[in-house]
């Protein structure tokens, strides 16, 4: 017994050295790869190719940095057209401290899946810290204030929600797991409600109000959407209860993300074209898409750019936050769902060139994409410091706490304080949301999207058990912010798998789509890394560089150690 023991031992060491060796020899490979496609990147020389970017959001200011640092362009012949006169797309924190902050919405990083996003921002620089990279400036900040929710469900007696298990009945697994091996080409048009129509328990478990307010899915979100969410956010299943793999940036996206690239960029002297609308584009007559022109509004004046040969254009082909509009402590913000403006020209050029997807599917339907968010601007820690007696949770240590049984599913978020970089230290601010707009509150007899600030107010304080302190609370208020986007689950909407372009299509000469709303196999929507991945694909293969440089979707589906800790959450 003791001789076989150790030849056992021994064959399972040879088989152990020699599975190295293959690793060794693939990895060092795959070095060689990426050293030969460094070196062509060097030597690219884009002369005076020009590049044309359609929208001022982080798509675009990635893919200028992209251009800069991976193909040498010069920055002054690259050209972003913004139509508002703020940059940064979705990506947005503004206020000031007389009338109050406003996010229209918080995006959550997450360390192990944003590929490209953390590769890009090691290359630019912090604001603050300018010897260190925005990659570093977001991780150290994270490590120090590390995220792991006590309260992901609060219930109607304001009680915390014991979220140790999933909730689920052995039908709910059954369908899960059919879902994961189902391939994507059967689920054309297909929601998550037609999926779970047999086990509607399962919208009843902890799961789903966690899954579901963590990423803002509703039930007639794509199933698309929903499966590819389980397979690439696979590993944080097993922490859902926690948000733990949630990483936070030091302040609002558009202070720590967007500030930075945008004065990397102007340094480089790239051409910001702010309240500047693009109305058209034309493309060649010919079965190549070749874009010849782009037709610019600015000021109530129009304007066309001839594009010349080897220019390029990249448009960002539908923005979620299209027609979002503001309101104030004593004012509704309306919902306005009327003329989404990158939707109609994306409209535009899909009628030219069949093959550049359909934008109907997803902003068609107003009253299925939208929510509303809010931001409460306080003038001391007061209120803070109450939830964080209800929550458990010192502020940017909790992520999202979801009020169960709120009938406009409401949730909030306390980051850490400051969250604006003009935010005094005596001000606190948090942010929060509600996903059906359209039923009337609890306390509050309203639809969410009639109230003014005020009222959405009210209406936190009944869920939080805090109107005895009512009248205090109020006095200690600066606004009371609320956002109304009829756009912003537009990326969620059922739809066929052709209805997205691909990022390039396989005929373009020069033209590419940058957004949520491109086709990128594995990779999932309504995230940084999704903008940062399309714009990186986009360069690379309109330019011909070499595509090895891109980091791939880490494949966490097909992790053992990941899969059996989510086959034991789910079994909890």
């Known amino acids: 017994m003791a001789k076989r023991a150790v030849k056992a031992l021994a064959v399972g060491a040879t088989a152990a050295a020699a599975a190295g060796a293959v690793y060794t020899a693939k990895k060092s490979a795959k070095n060689m790869e990426i050293k030969r496609a460094e070196r062509l990147i060097k030597a690219y020389d884009p002369q005076d190719r020009r590049a044309y970017f359609v929208g001022g959001g982080l798509a675009s200011m990635a893919g200028a940095a992209y251009l800069i640092r991976d193909a040498n362009f010069k920055g002054e012949n690259i050209f972003i057209y913004e139509g508002k006169s703020i940059l940064g797309g979705s990506n947005d924190g503004m206020g000031t401290p007389e009338n109050g902050f406003v996010c229209r919405g918080g995006r959550m990083l997450n360390e192990e899946t944003y590929e490209n996003f953390w590769e890009l921002f090691s290359t630019i620089p912090s604001l603050e810290k300018p010897h260190k990279s925005v990659t570093e400036e977001i991780l150290e900040f994270d490590q120090a204030h590390p995220t792991c929710a006590k309260a992901r469900l609060i219930d109607k007696n304001g009680k915390i929600v014991n979220v140790s298990s999933m909730g689920f009945k052995n039908e709910d697994r059954m369908a899960l797991g059919k879902l994961m091996m189902t391939p994507e080409d059967q689920l054309d048009d297909l929601t998550i409600q037609d999926w779970f129509r047999e086990t509607p328990h399962f919208f009843e478990t902890n799961f789903w109000y966690m899954w579901q307010t963590t990423f803002a899915f509703q039930k007639w979100s794509s199933l698309f959407e929903f499966k590819r969410y389980m397979e690439r956010m696979l590993f944080e299943f ?47 007559n010919d ?85 509303e968010s809010f931001t409460v601007t306080c003038k001391s820690d007061w209120l803070h410091k109450l939830i964080e007696e209800i929550s458990g949770n010192i502020p940017g240590s909790g992520a999202l706490m979801t009020f169960k049984d709120s009938n406009w599913l409401m949730s909030i978020v306390v980051a850490a304080q400051p969250h604006f970089i003009n935010q005094p230290a005596d001000e606190y601010i948090f942010w929060g949301y509600g ?138």
């Not at 558009?254 to 910001?272: H, M, Q, R």
């Open 238 to 284: 097993s922490r859902i209860e926690t948000l733990e793999g949630v990483t936070r940036t030091p302040y609002n996206q558009y202070d720590s993300v967007i500030l930075p690239i945008k004065k990397f960029l102007e340094d480089k002297g790239v051409n910001f074209v702010t309240n500047c609308v693009v109305k058209d584009i034309d493309f060649q």
């Open 287 to 371: 079965s190549t898409i070749t874009a010849t022109s782009i037709h610019l509004e600015s000021n109530g004046e129009e304007d066309v750019v001839y594009l010349k040969e080897k220019d390029l254009c990249l448009m960002t082909n539908g923005c979620m936050t299209d027609c979002a509009t503001l309101g104030d402590y004593n004012t509704p913000a309306k919902m306005e769902a009327t003329n989404p403006i990158s939707a109609e020209l994306w409209s535009k050029v899909a009628e030219k060139k069949q093959v550049l997807g359909n934008p109907a599917p997803f902003f068609s339907k107003p009253e299925e994409t939208n929510w």
């Open 435 to 572: 996903l059906y707009t359209n039923t009337a509150g609890n306390y509050v007899q309203k639809p969410m999207r009639d109230c003014t600030g005020k009222e959405i107010l009210e209406e936190l304080l009944y869920h939080l058990h805090l109107q005895e302190k009512e009248l205090e609370i109020k006095a200690d208020i600066v606004n009371v912010i609320p956002c109304m986007m009829p756009y912003i689950d537009a990326q969620f909407q059922p739809r066929k798998k052709t209805d997205r372009p691909p990022v390039v299509p396989p005929t373009s000469v020069n033209f590419a789509m940058i957004s949520q709303f491109v086709e990128i196999p594995e990779d999932m929507v309504f995230t940084e890394e999704y903008s940062v991945r399309a714009a990186r694909i986009a360069v690379y293969q309109l330019l011909g560089l070499p595509e090895v440089k891109i980091c791939p979707v880490t494949p966490f589906k097909k992790n053992p150690i990941v899969l059996a800790k989510a086959l034991k959450t789910a079994y909890r």
